[in-house]
Every structure is written in C-alpha cells, then in structure tokens.
Nanobody, 115 residues
Framework: QAQLVESGGGVVQPGGSLRVSCEAS????????MAWYRQAPGKQRELVAH???????TYADAVKGRFTIFRDNAKNTAYLQMNSLKPEDTAVYYC?????????WGKGTLVTVSS
C-alpha cells in the first residue's frame, strides 16, 4: 500500500532554515512526480514546489529563490529545503506524489515561523 510520510517540521525564527522530508513506500518512487503543497490556517492549499521524474523543478513565486525541492530516488525521499523563512510561510506542508491519474498525499507536517 502506498504511503507518504512527512517529517522535519517545527518552529523556526524568521530568517531561519528548515528542511522537510517525504519518505515514500509502496510505490515505484523514481517514476512519480513529487510536489510540496502547503495550507495556512483559513486559506486554501497551494502548490509550493514541484519536481518531475527527470528532476526538473518549478516553484511558486512566493518561494522562488528561497526554497529548493530535490529528490533522492535511492532513498525514496523528496525534500524541501526552506531558507530565509518568513512568518507567512507558516503552514502545514503536504507531500504529493502523482503518476498519471494516480495521486497520493501525506498527512502533513507543521512549519511555524515565529519569533
């Protein structure tokens, strides 16, 4: 059974850095497109970053230049490195795996940016 498990969330001060991870099991990880979404309180879930099976990446304008998505197919894990964090980055971060019509989600990890 497919499963995505996020980890690495926590509390960080503005300007700080954090790396969240998404470990996949039960899927052929290397062929999936992976993405990170986030949902802040009272707001809709939004796409943060995406990486395809060839490691090409795209980012939301709000995080360009600050966040980096990458993957380690040997570890079945996708990562989101977040630098220069701002209070508005506070959200639950969700991992998403897509292959055609197949779509899996993790349960999320909370990132809080606060002094």
């Amino acid at each position: 059974q497919a499963q995505l498990v996020e980890s690495g969330g926590g509390v960080v001060q503005p300007g700080g850095s954090l790396r969240v991870s998404c470990e996949a099991s039960g899927i052929r990880f290397s062929v999936y497109e992976m993405a990170w979404y986030r949902q802040a309180p009272g707001k809709q879930r939004e796409l943060v970053a995406h990486i395809n099976s060839g490691a090409a990446t795209t980012y939301a304008d709000a995080v360009k230049g600050r966040f980096t998505i990458f993957r380690d197919n040997a570890k079945n894990t996708a990562y989101l490195q977040m630098n220069s964090l701002k209070p508005e980055d506070t959200a639950v971060y969700y991992c998403n795996a897509v292959l055609g019509l197949i779509n899996y989600w993790g349960k999320g990890t909370l990132v809080t940016v606060s002094s």
